[in-house]
Nanobody
Framework: QVQLVESGGGLVQPGGSMRLSCAASGFSFSSYGMSWYRQAPGKERELVAG????????NYADSVKGRFTISRDNAKNTVYLQMNSLKPEDTAVYYC?????????WGQGTQVTVSS
């Protein structure tokens, strides 16, 4: 059974930091590209960051460049999103996604709220 389980969300003050984790099981994690997406209320889901199957390449949305870092540990079947200098506009539900060719898996999401 395929599972992607996000954790690490919560409430943080503007300027703070938070690290999200996404633990994968039920598929060959090290063969899949991984991404973080987010969806704010009333907005479409958007790509935040992505990382290749081997961690050799990453990409980021312009809005998070220099503040967020995606990484993965294939030995632990886990992908991370380190978020620094958080802003209120980063408030959203964050989802991880696994992709191999035309095959996609999604997690259930974790809420991140940036507010004072």
């Amino acid at each position: 059974q395929v599972q992607l389980v996000e954790s690490g969300g919560g409430l943080v003050q503007p300027g703070g930091s938070m690290r999200l984790s996404c633990a994968a099981s039920g598929f060959s994690f090290s063969s899949y590209g991984m991404s973080w997406y987010r969806q704010a209320p009333g907005k479409e889901r958007e790509l935040v960051a992505g990382i290749t199957y081997d961690g050799g390449s990453t990409n980021y949305a312009d809005s998070v460049k220099g503040r967020f870092t995606i990484s993965r540990d294939n030995a632990k079947n886990t992908v991370y999103l380190q978020m620094n200098s958080l802003k209120p506009e980063d408030t959203a539900v964050y989802y991880c996604r696994a992709r191999f060719a035309l095959r996609f898996y999604w997690g259930q999401g974790t809420q991140v709220t940036v507010s004072s």
